[in-house]
Every structure is written in structure tokens, then in C-alpha cells.
């Protein structure tokens, strides 16, 4: 447990720190090593009216490049870094701020010297001993990142605005009593059951149903049966994997491609070590640890039985207080530097092979480390990687040849071409799809293919192409129109059959179920299952909400019977995705009157703070729907191709 805090309180602060720099700095990064890849002041897209450059989009990218690049600790190669669609992201996220500019515009907000000034004399790390500390130090701080002034007034300005716009959109958000004690319940409501569950499935076989049951229940509920509008569309399929034949890879390009990269594949230098912690109180109210003077003279005791021949593995089962490596004798695995906290870091690198540390004091405690073995920083040669280094040139000359053939089609369709005569001179075939209702999404075709395809008339051609997923790129046309109607009945017959046999199990089912119950009034619920050959179960433990009842599942209704029973009362049939189950509050963790009126207020913050957010999200959707949106096909293939 203390390991994995150490472990996640090292990486998190660290990442929580790059971010809080990132959100206010604008680093400085130089353009990507591509030639081609288009000037700084080039459109790579645009949002209304507003452009975005390549210089911005390059900013970008490095900036969470580098973000993810830390986050992994190095480990992530350049085919690890497609399949996160990094380029996508970035490109979204400049979307969204202009699209916070032009409605900011829209609707008449903007952010004056005076604001920017307020606000840069008030952030924090801009404070020292409670004291701002002047435009010439900052100055001095930022050149010495590399920015500008304007660079770094430009993103705050951006940021003031969005808080802005937010707020104006947001303020009225209101969360009421009721609200905030059903979220209270929500998250504190526990109860454990036992139960008796009928499952429909048993009764489907006797069931019978006649021509005439099947054409009565027809005629009764023909709009029940309506089928939905529906689409086929024409597609072009550029496939990643039907392009890996047509890839040559020599072992000089391997050579090439390992030589450039060489430091994609180092290996840090670990650390293997065991430790013995013994935890020190954070705090009067923490329910683990010692007072620091305790830990450190129990610490001292178990060092002194190290020093005097015991065993360390055994040792560290007995008195470790690290529940996550204790069973294991201390066994932390191996380590990277940047993984544990400074100092148990700083100790378990100074120690040699073999080697146990004196006591080491950490936020968490008293450590005593034994470095079992290091692993000095290398970088394994080409031989040992060959397949990998394969894999990663095979994936980016594949990317390549995907974008530069869906680019070709993009060009001849933006001539008037057919999708037809687009995707033969490409050595791709049209095929046609299925017939598709909304919300469907048959493969290859995405949700927003699907969603696209309403909207297009009949042989309308979608000149941009449509990611296919794992690079792929996939182009439409819309080659039919299904209209809604009422079906004939042997276009449903067999699903007006099953609706009949499920309604007559379903209703079996409780009928047995309310016998279970009533037997159970008489003799409990363990001999009133067994009397109807059924199973008495339990859920493991206190269930709160949200949370599946065992193999019963979870549902508004079982929610509802479950946190509304008084314990030891039997529940009328309650319905569940198998049948129907009668249930028995064993025990439960009811609403704590006094506990709700500690947290009320920030509970109820906390609570409008995540409707604001939803509310602004589903604006900013909108707003997407207000203003064309538009991404230069070509300068992005010769970004990040």
C-alpha cells in the first residue's frame, strides 16, 4: 500500500506540477525536423473565421508530447505515441479555443489590460512570501524559459476569457436541498442483502406460442414494430493493414531508423530493492502510523535485529507496516529513477548490491532498504530490438502510404470525381454498406460516419475522409434513403415471437417469486428457496450505490428496493436483467443525519462545480454545431505523417 502511494505521489505530483506550469506558460519549442512541413504562419485549419497556424499546432503537440513522454517515463515509442491520436487531440484542443474566442466575441465578452494585470499580479507563482514579485523578475523567469512576454500574456489572456465565458454561462447553475442530500446518499448508502433470485431464462422453453398469439399481439402493437429510417452508404476503405504487403523494410533501414531513434530504446537505470517501513502518523485524526519519535525508535529496533544476522525477508513479513510488499518480504520489484519519492530514491541509488541502508525518513516513515540488485542505464543494441525497430518503421511508412493515398482521393473528389473513379485510380474498392439506423455503427464505419450519413442526400459525396481507426481512413457516399415504416409481420415475426415468450417467462417468473416470498413470511428465505429448488445467496459485503448487488446486477430498481428496506424485512418481487429476485436486508449503512449536515456545503460545491462543467461542455458542443470547423488535409499529413 505505502508502496503504490510512493510510487503514485512521486509520478502525480510531478505531472500535477507540469501541468499547473503548462496551463500558464507557452514553451518554446522548434518546429518538427519535417522540411515540408509548411511555414509557421500556414493555415493548418480553421474555426470560423480564425485560423490556426502550423507554428501553433507545433507548439502544441511538442507541449503534450513532452507531457506524456515524462507521464511514461520514456517509454513511449513512436508507434505508442500514434495509437494515443496525439495529433487529434492537439487539433481539438486549439478547435476549442477559438471556438471560446468567437463566442466569447459573440457575445460581447472580452479581457482588457487591466483584467490581465489583476490577475498576473494574483497568481501564485508569481507570489513569494505572500508578495508579488514584479513584471522585471518575471520577465527574467520567462526568458530564462525561453518565451516571450506577448507569448505568455497571450495564453493568459485566452485562459481569463474562458473562465469568462464560463462563468457567464454557468453562474445561474443552482443545486437544490434535495439534490445534494440524494448525492449524499448516493455516496454513502451501503447495505448488504441476501436473496433469492428467479430467473426468467427457466420458463422460456415451455413456453408456447401460436400463428395467432404471434398476429394478435402484431396487429394490437404495430407501432411497437416501426422500423426506423435507415441509410447504406458506398465506402472506400483505406485499410493500414491491407497496405503492410505492399512495405519493404531492409536491415538498412532498420539500421537507419535505430541509429536516429537510438534513445527511444534506452533502458534507465534501475533499482531492485526490498525495504521494511514502519509509518509515521500524518496527523492527531490519521487512522495509521506512530509519532515520529515511536516509528523512529521501533525503526531502530528492527535494524538492530538486521544488523545481528536476521533474516530480512522474514523480518520485513513480521514488523513491515507496507501491507503491498510485506507478504512478499519486502519485495518492491525494480525501479527507474523519478519513481519513488526523493528520499527513499536518493538512498536505494547510493546503496551497492547486497547492501542495506541505516533508517531512511520519508513523508510515509521509517525505511530500511536492501538493494538486491541495479541495472546501470543502457541502450541494448540494434539485434536485441530488431523487431521492434521493425514494427515502428513498418508503422510509420504504412501511415504514411494510408495518408498519402486518402490525400489522393481527397484531391480527385475535390475535382468532381466519383468516389468510384477516386478509389480505383488508388487500387481501393467501393463496396456498399448494410442498411444502418441511427446510432448504429456497423464496421468499418465510425459513429460519426453514421451520424454524417443523416445528414447527406441521396449520392452525396463526403469529400473528407472519416478515421477508420488504427490509421485507417474510410470515404462515403450516400447511396440510399430507407424511409420508416410499419413493417409486414413476417419482416418481425420472430421478434414478436420472442416479445411473447419473454412477457410469458417474465410473468412466471414473479409468480414464483411471490411464492418464494410468501414462504419465506413462514420459514425464512434459506428454506423457502430450497422448498421451490432454488439458491439462497448473499452479496459479499456492503454495497453502495452504483455498485452490481453480486450476480443480481445493479439497476434503479434494485437501488431503490435495497436503500429503502428496513433490515430484516423481505422485499416484494423486485425486477432485475435475469427475472426476479426477493430480497433481505442483512445489514446496512443508513444516511447519517450528522455526518450529511458536515458535508452539506461542500458537497453541495462540489456539486454545482460538475454541473457547470457538464453545462459548459454541452455548450461548447453547440457551439461546434455554429461555426464551420475546417482542417487542411495536406499541411496536416505533412505535420504529423
Same mark, same amino acid.
Given at each position: 500500500?505505502?508502496l ?11 505531472v ?7 496551463a ?23 474555426v ?10 507545433q =507548439? ?18 513512436? #508507434?505508442?505515441?500514434r ?6 487531440q492537439?487539433f ?8 471560446v474566442?468567437?463566442? !466569447? ?7 482588457d ?11 501564485p ?17 520567462l526568458?530564462l ?10 495564453s ?14 454557468t ?16 455516496r ?7 436473496y ?33 429510417e =435507415? ?7 483505406v485499410?493500414?493493414? !491491407? ?20 534513445d ?12 521494511i ?14 509519532p ?25 513479513r513480521q ?39 541505516e ?28 523487431? !521492434? ?7 510509420q ?21 466519383s468516389?468510384?473513379? !477516386? ?7 467501393v463496396?456498399?454498406?448494410g442498411?444502418f ?11 460519426p460516419?453514421? #451520424? ?5 442526400? #441521396? ?14 481512413y ?6 440510399e ?14 421478434r ?13 417468473a ?23 429448488g ?34 430484516k424485512?423481505?422485499?416484494?418481487p ?11 436486508v442483512?445489514?446496512? =449503512? ?19 462545480r460538475?454541473?457547470?462543467?457538464e ?15 475546417e ?11
Open positions: 500500500m505505502a503504490g502511494f510512493m510510487r503514485r505521489h512521486r509520478r502525480w505530483l510531478f500535477f506540477l507540469w501541468l499547473v506550469i503548462a500558464f506558460i507557452i514553451l518554446y519549442i522548434p518546429a518538427f525536423r519535417s522540411a515540408d512541413a509548411g511555414s509557421p504562419g500556414e493555415a493548418m485549419g480553421k470560423g473565421d480564425m485560423p490556426i497556424t502550423v507554428s501553433e499546432f =507548439k502544441a503537440y511538442l507541449r503534450q508530447r513532452q507531457m506524456y513522454e515524462r507521464l511514461y517515463q520514456g517509454r513511449l515509442d513512436a #508507434a505508442a505515441l495509437s494515443l491520436g496525439l495529433e487529434s492537439v481539438d484542443r486549439l478547435v476549442t479555443e477559438r471556438l474566442t468567437l463566442e !466569447a466575441r459573440r457575445l460581447g465578452l472580452s479581457v489590460d487591466d483584467a490581465l494585470a489583476r490577475a498576473l499580479s494574483t497568481l507563482e508569481f507570489q513569494e512570501n505572500g508578495r508579488y514579485i514584479g513584471s522585471d523578475e518575471i520577465r527574467r523567469r526568458e524559459q525561453g518565451i516571450s512576454v506577448e507569448e505568455f500574456e497571450a493568459l489572456r485566452q485562459r481569463l476569457l474562458r473562465d469568462k465565458l464560463e462563468a457567464l454561462l453562474d445561474g447553475v443552482a443545486v437544490s436541498p434535495a439534490d445534494v442530500e440524494r448525492e449524499f446518499r448516493r454513502t448508502e451501503q447495505a448488504r442483502l441476501e433469492v433470485q428467479v430467473d426468467e431464462a427457466r420458463f422460456r422453453p415451455a413456453v408456447t406460442v401460436s400463428e395467432d398469439d404471434v398476429k394478435a399481439r402484431f396487429e394490437a402493437r404495430k407501432a411497437d414494430y416501426r422500423l426506423p =435507415k441509410r447504406v452508404v458506398s465506402y472506400a476503405l485499410d493500414p493493414d !491491407a497496405l503492410q504487403s505492399r512495405i519493404t523494410v531492409t536491415d538498412a533501414d532498420l539500421d537507419a531508423y535505430y541509429r536516429e531513434h537510438k527511444d530504446y534506452r533502458q534507465p537505470e534501475e533499482a531492485c530493492a526490498s525495504h517501513l514502519v509509518k509515521v502518523k500524518g496527523g492527531d485524526e490519521a487512522p495509521e502510523g506512530h515520529d519519535a515511536d516509528a523512529k525508535a521501533l525503526a531502530g529496533q528492527i535494524l538492530g535485529k538486521l544488523k545481528s544476522g536476521t533474516d530480512f525477508a522474514q523480518l520485513a514488523s513491515s507496516e507496507d501491507k503491498g510488499s510485506a507478504d512478499k518480504g519486502g519485495d518492491l520489484g525494480c525501479f527507474a529513477r523519478g519513481r519513488m519519492v526523493p528520499e527513499f530514491e536518493n538512498a536505494a541509488f547510493a546503496l551497492d548490491a547486497g547492501q542495506t541502508s533508517l531512511v525518513r520519508s513523508p510515509f516513515g521509517y525505511h530500511i532498504i536492501h538493494l538486491v540488485t541495479r541495472r546501470e542505464e543502457s541502450t541494448p543494441p540494434l539485434g536485441q530490438v530488431k523487431e !521492434a525497430v521493425r514494427q515502428a518503421v513498418l508503422g511508412r504504412v501511415s504514411t502510404l494510408a495518408s498519402e493515398k486518402a490525400q489522393a482521393v481527397t484531391d480527385a473528389l475535390a475535382t468532381g470525381r468516389l468510384e473513379e !477516386a478509389a480505383r485510380a488508388q487500387g481501393l474498392q463496396r456498399k454498406s442498411a439506423a441511427r446510432g448504429d455503427a456497423p464496421p468499418p464505419l465510425s459513429p460516419v453514421v #451520424a454524417r450519413a443523416f445528414e447527406m442526400k #441521396a449520392g452525396e459525396v463526403e469529400k473528407e475522409p472519416f478515421s477508420a481507426g488504427r490509421g485507417g474510410v470515404f462515403v457516399a450516400l447511396a434513403t430507407q424511409p420508416s415504416r410499419i413493417p409486414d409481420l413476417k419482416e418481425v415475426q420472430d414478436v415471437k420472442g416479445d411473447l415468450v419473454e412477457s410469458a417467462a417474465r410473468e412466471k414473479r409468480a414464483l417469486a411471490l411464492e418464494v416470498r410468501a414462504d419465506a413470511e413462514r420459514m425464512g428465505l434459506e428454506k423457502a428457496a430450497v422448498a421451490r432454488l439458491v439462497r445467496k448473499e452479496t459479499p459485503g456492503l454495497v453502495g450505490h452504483g455498485q452490481p448487488f453480486a450476480d443480481l446486477g445493479a439497476g434503479a430498481a434494485l437501488e431503490e428496493a435495497a436503500y429503502a428496506l428496513p433490515e424485512s423481505l422485499s416484494e423486485v425486477r432485475t436483467s435475469a427475472g426476479y429476485a426477493v430480497l433481505r442483512l445489514d446496512k =449503512k443508513s444516511f447519517d443525519a450528522a455526518a450529511f449536515e458536515k458535508q452539506r456545503a461542500s458537497l453541495a460545491a462540489s456539486l454545482r460538475e454541473r457547470k462543467g453545462l459548459f461542455q454541452a455548450y461548447m458542443s453547440q457551439a461546434r454545431q455554429r461555426f464551420t470547423i482542417r487542411n488535409p495536406e499541411v496536416f499529413r505533412k505535420l504529423v505523417g
